[in-house]
């Protein structure tokens, strides 16, 4: 999605543009609040932003994500210290299973928008190939691009009636838009399989996952111009599938919780627990600093709908943390950086992954996040 709208602007002094974007602000009762549970993470950010600014509602938001944590930032605790030494391995961690436990273990990745070509496709590829080296069974599930998030949901229910029968337990995996196709399966599809089979599913993990929606998806959709509107003729113009793709990012805008039929996880997964990655914007300002082209995106974004919460480029940070009520045990990891999450930096400065710094070969800096988390995570999270 960043890269479809950044080829559309790229020649645009968004400097002299800014303003004009302020100045045309869309009501903020576009997408009121009040729709919102009072202590709804997503809503307090949205609001802690239009009464002092971006960079205090960040500052705030990540202070309020370490309470909101299951166990006061515990599994955050533990992630920094594997991260910080790479031949340390808790003694209760996922690392420790047999390798017959490791084969009955289903870890089962959905990918983010459109990422079925370039980096981000080599990046997750590389992680299931060496986690299948190390005796999971791992899989990448393959969905066809510019599909809505319900369609892939249909899809992610095909591989999983055919995955789970094969595992004992299952973690769920979901990089960007693919935390929310998570999120719609949950919703539409998961309720279908045997309960047998639904118990198996014991975790989630949640990287910068947009569980509640993509507020850039929105504003892509929804909003006005020059930016907006321009991105929408230009994809329905010269892309075949231009309508296929806008009906996509529809689709990735809505939040499930907002829906008719939203997910009720405990009910379709009763072991569910869920781990998030949380990106949160690093710059000084409270946007995306690391990254250039969220950065952009998110000044665009935030100059237009003056109402939007902290956001890492592609969605807003606390939109990334499910909403009050679901039951479910949620442990957060703050990320500074962006919505692509390996640039980014722990709250203690570490590098999420240090070879993604030293753009040397990319392609395997995902499998340096996955093996902090495998030392790190108890297996006690996956297992009976």
């Not at 645009?12 to 302020?22: C, H, Y």
């Not at 009762?29 to 960040?58: F, I, N, P, T, Y």
């Not at 299973?97 to 084969?103: L, Y």
């Not at 230009?234 to 939203?262: A, F, H, I, N, T």
């Amino acid at each position: 999605m960043l890269r479809l709208i950044l080829a559309v602007h790229r020649k645009v002094d968004f400097r002299r543009v800014l303003p004009v974007l302020a100045g045309a602000a869309l009501s903020a009762c576009q997408q009121a609040s009040v729709h919102l549970a009072e202590d709804d993470l997503l809503r307090q950010a949205r609001e802690w932003r239009q009464e002092d600014g971006m960079k205090a509602a960040r500052d705030r938001l990540l202070s309020s994500l370490e309470k909101a944590d299951a166990d006061g930032g515990g599994f955050e605790k533990r992630l920094l210290r594997t991260n910080a030494d790479k031949q340390f391995a808790y003694a209760d961690s996922m690392a420790g299973m047999s390798m017959a436990e490791r084969r009955r273990t289903g870890i089962f990745f959905v990918g983010g928008f459109h990422t079925s070509t370039g980096l981000s496709k080599k990046v997750a590829a590389n992680v299931v190939a060496d986690l299948c080296k190390q005796g999971w069974h791992a899989r990448l599930f393959e969905l066809t691009p510019h599909e809505t998030v319900g369609e892939d949901a249909r899809q992610v229910q095909a591989a999983m009636e055919r995955e789970l029968p094969q595992v004992d337990r299952a973690v769920l995996a979901g990089f960007s838009k693919g935390g929310l196709d998570w999120m719609q399966w949950f919703a539409s599809e998961a309720g279908k399989l045997p309960l047998r089979e639904r118990e198996k599913v014991r975790l989630m993990l949640s990287f910068s996952g947009v569980l509640r929606g993509s507020i850039v998806g929105d504003w892509l959709y929804r909003g006005g111009a020059p930016f907006a509107q321009m991105t929408r003729w230009y994809v329905c113009l010269v892309d075949p599938l231009g309508k296929k793709v806008m009906e996509d990012v529809r689709s990735v805008s809505q939040d499930p919780w907002m829906q008719d039929s939203g997910p009720r996880l405990l009910e379709v997964a009763p072991n569910l627990r869920v781990v998030s990655l949380v990106a949160v914007p690093d710059g000084t300002a409270g946007y995306p600093q690391v990254h250039p082209g969220f950065h952009l995106l998110s000044r665009v974004v935030a100059a237009q709908w003056s109402w939007v919460g902290p956001l890492d480029g592609m969605t807003e940070s606390a939109s990334q943390v499910l909403p009050p009520g679901t039951g479910v045990e949620q442990h957060l990891v703050r990320v500074l950086g962006s919505h692509a999450l390996l640039d980014g930096r722990y709250v203690n400065g570490a590098k999420v992954s240090a070879g993604f710094h030293r753009r040397r070969d990319r392609t395997h800096a995902g499998g340096e996040m996955l093996d902090d988390l495998l030392r790190s995570l108890p297996r006690a999270w996956v297992s009976w």
